[in-house]
T-cell receptor
Framework: GQNIDQPTEMTATEGAIVQINCTYQTSGFNGLFWYQQHAGEAPTFLSYNVLDGLEEKGRFSSFLSRSKGYSYLLLKELQMKDSASYLCAVSLSYNTDKLIFGTGTRLQVFP | DTGVSQNPRHKITKRGQNVTFRCDPISEHNRLYWYRQTLGQGPEFLTYFQNEAQLEKSRLLSDRFSAERPKGSFSTLEIQRTEQGDSAMYLC??????????????FGSGTRLTVV
């Protein structure tokens, strides 16, 4: 089976840095995605990693280690609007964009 | 382009009734996906289309579920004889479907189904 693990909940303070971890054990691997989902809304794409290393996009960065089956999403200079669920998802193969999602990490940012 | 559009946004139905949802993808996207999401969980894959061809169906998609994408444009997801366990958010997404354009899906706002 496919297994993607993330912490269920995290809290942080406005202006701080938070790291959300994701570990995966899947039958195939063709990239890892992070999505942000505000309550009651659709997920929105944040980042994509297919090679090892760090991808930086403004306040958000994502890291991947394929040998360890591990990724993290780093959020800097947290803002109240960053309170949301963060979903880690793995693409299993080149032939399909089908994604296997983790259960998501609910982040609450406090003033 | 207004993104991925799903209708209706909310649907309340009685157990045993049939329901149909519609998804209009981004026009230049040739892949279309249906996912189901329950509270506190990540989206679960149901099925996907490349143009009009349905290429994969999850085991989650029982005989009561059917999806179509006639002419490779909009798609419909029908649930027959709804059960309370079908209550969930049904998300549609579309993508370019090419490795070079792997910028992730664009999701629609979803249809929230409540079966009473």
């Amino acid at each position: 089976g496919q297994n993607i693990d993330q912490p269920t909940e995290m809290t942080a303070t406005e202006g701080a840095i938070v790291q959300i971890n994701c570990t995966y054990q899947t039958s195939g691997f063709n990239g890892l995605f992070w999505y942000q989902q505000h309550a009651g809304e659709a997920p929105t794409f944040l980042s994509y990693n297919v090679l090892d290393g760090l991808e930086e996009k403004g306040r958000f960065s994502s890291f991947l280690s394929r040998s360890k089956g591990y990724s993290y999403l780093l959020l800097k200079e947290l803002q109240m609007k960053d309170s949301a669920s963060y979903l880690c998802a793995v693409s299993l193969s080149y032939n399909t964009d089908k994604l296997i999602f983790g259960t998501g990490t609910r982040l609450q940012v406090f003033p | 382009d207004t993104g991925v559009s799903q209708n209706p946004r909310h649907k309340i139905t009685k157990r045993g009734q049939n329901v149909t949802f519609r998804c209009d993808p981004i026009s230049e996207h040739n892949r279309l996906y249906w996912y189901r999401q329950t509270l506190g969980q990540g989206p679960e894959f149901l099925t996907y289309f490349q143009n009009e061809a349905q290429l994969e169906k999850s085991r989650l998609l029982s005989d009561r579920f059917s999806a179509e994408r006639p002419k490779g444009s909009f798609s419909t997801l029908e649930i027959q004889r709804t059960e309370q366990g079908d209550s969930a958010m049904y998300l549609c997404a579309s993508s370019h479907g090419t490795q070079e354009a792997n910028y992730g899906y664009t999701f629609g706002s979803g249809t929230r189904l409540t079966v009473v």
